[in-house]
């Protein structure tokens, strides 16, 4: 008796390691040209100077390509999915292969960036089932840590060992548990004081908060566009503390290093992990406020357990 094949799923999410610029070349570029050589639209989104090797190696054939500095345009691990990847294969015509090259995790994301970063390749897995994608994700064997290394085994179906041109089943693939283990209490906010804000709030004090924070998140040195952020940001994070989280809450603002801090704890729980990451449906009406939250912060940590749930937002100064 011969059973049933098992359905293959049409995503596709390698790791490529690479030691060298002339092994990420060989990795990425062949990648490019293949999609190129098909007809199927093709974006790199990388570090500029990583960028830049792809870019110089295409030459003319380049004009075809979709590029984004990953530095900038996934300076937040949690928007990567629906303000890069998603954006890109969203608005492409259906019918046919969509190709990403995707680096998130680079020598130099900080401390308090990478268990975002570990999360959000967990999640593109979820993120893109079912769809005729292949998102290709470069990792630094010389200058990434060896926990880097790991969890790319754990969060690709399917790695590329540095100069084999091969691919292989990973044998620790095992996405959801990447999420689970960096869903990490945050280290405690400072107490209120003169150069902290701390405040509880409920739905009669949603508008005093947020003149509250703004004002504060201004006496530390934010202005513009990023003082608007923080508006937006408070004004979001509270009304869904209100509305899902029991009626009440606690915002902190204080600074750290060149950046700002909101954080807003309240008594919810998200259970859906991948909240805040697909982008809104044209017809939506509502649902969009951790999107919009993660669209406009600079990195955005998120713990939640059964006493509640944490959300801390940057903002750099």
Avoid at 24 to 29: I, R
Avoid at 124 to 138: D, K, S, Y
Avoid at 252 to 258: C, H, K, L, Q
Wanted: aromatic share 6%; hydrophobic share 45%; proline share 7%.
């Amino acid at each position: 008796m011969t059973g049933a094949a098992e359905p293959v799923d049409p995503f596709v999410h390698p790791a490529l390691f690479y030691g060298d610029a002339g092994e990420y070349l060989a990795g990425t570029v062949p990648f490019v040209r293949a999609a190129l050589a098909a007809d199927e639209p093709v974006a790199v989104a990388v570090p500029g100077e990583n960028l830049r090797l792809i870019r110089d190696e295409l030459g003319a054939d380049g004009t075809a390509v979709h590029f984004l500095d990953m530095r900038e345009a996934g300076r937040n691990p949690g928007r990567i999915i629906p303000g890069v990847l998603r954006a890109f294969a969203d608005g492409r015509p259906p019918g046919r292969r969509v190709r990403i090259i995707g680096e998130p995790v680079w020598a130099g994301r900080s401390p308090a960036e990478y268990p975002a970063c570990a999360q959000h390749e967990a999640l593109i897995n979820a993120a893109f089932q079912g769809r005729e994608v292949t998102i290709l994700c470069p990792y630094d064997t010389v200058r990434l840590d060896e926990r880097a290394l790991a969890d790319a085994h754990a969060t690709h179906p399917v790695v590329i060992p540095a100069g084999s041109g091969a691919g292989r089943a990973s044998a620790a693939y095992d996405p959801e548990d990447v999420v689970a283990r960096y869903n990490l209490p945050l280290t405690p906010a400072p107490g209120a004081g003169a150069e902290v804000l701390g405040l509880t709030f409920d739905a009669e004090s949603l508008s005093a908060a947020r003149h509250l924070a703004t004002g504060h998140g201004a006496r530390l040195g934010l202005s513009g566009l990023a003082l608007e952020n923080l508006a937006l940001i408070t004004a979001e994070l509270t009304t869904n503390s209100v509305v899902h989280g029991g009626g009440t809450g606690a915002l902190t603002v204080w600074a750290e290093g060149g950046h700002v801090l909101c954080e807003v704890r309240d008594k919810g729980r998200l259970a859906d992990p991948l909240a805040g990451r697909r982008p809104a449906a044209r017809d939506q009406r509502g649902g969009r406020g951790l999107l919009l939250v993660n669209l406009v912060a600079d990195l955005v940590r998120i713990h939640t357990g059964l006493e509640g749930t944490t959300i801390r937002c940057y903002l750099g100064r």
